[in-house]
């Protein structure tokens, strides 16, 4: 048996106070193939993902954009000033696009994966709250990450160059 939430109510224990206005993009998302306009996840992608708590998402952020560097240090591959950041600019437009509908997704396996574990509404309900939300402390750890990236990978381009 099953913990029975409805999937309102499970959506929104889990987003938080922020419900309504995800709800209505997720909406219009629906009805155009996926896309809705995120301003925070077009100006600050990574944080967003860490303050939504999509960690995993944002791993592999990381690892997209370091791919670039590190390629460039090991290969010498040097590019054109006027390519030199696609990649940041082409995952800002996409997460701006796309933001929503991949948080909808980690909101839907997450609501899944707790329904599946637990029996009891209640401790669904907590489990949503808890693994939902926001976290500020998400936010911090992605900065220390980004600085430590930044930290890492000046060193290693000066090697190879």
């Known amino acids: 048996m099953k913990a ?7 959506f929104a224990v889990f987003v938080g106070s922020r419900f309504p ?11 155009h193939n996926g896309m809705a306009w995120n301003w925070a996840a077009f100006f600050f992608g990574p944080f967003w993902m860490a303050y ?20 460039h240090a090991l290969f010498h591959v040097q590019m054109p000033d ?23 997704m980690h909101a839907e396996s997450t609501i899944r994966r ?16 808890r693994c939902g939300r926001t976290s500020w402390p998400g936010v911090a750890a992605m900065a220390l990450l980004i600085a430590v990236m930044l930290v890492s990978l000046r060193p290693l381009a000066r090697l190879v160059a």
């Open 4 to 10: 029975i939430i409805s999937d309102e109510a499970a």
């Open 21 to 31: 206005y995800y709800r209505d993009r997720w909406q219009v998302a629906a009805a």
């Open 52 to 71: 939504r708590r999509m960690y995993w998402q944002v791993g592999v952020y990381a690892i997209v954009l370091c791919a670039e560097p590190v390629l």
């Open 82 to 104: 006027v390519l030199a950041r696609p990649l940041a600019y082409a995952m800002a437009l996409v997460l701006g696009f796309y933001g929503n509908q991949l948080y909808r």
């Open 114 to 129: 707790l329904r599946d574990y637990h029996w009891s509404p209640e401790v669904v309900n907590d489990s949503l709250a």
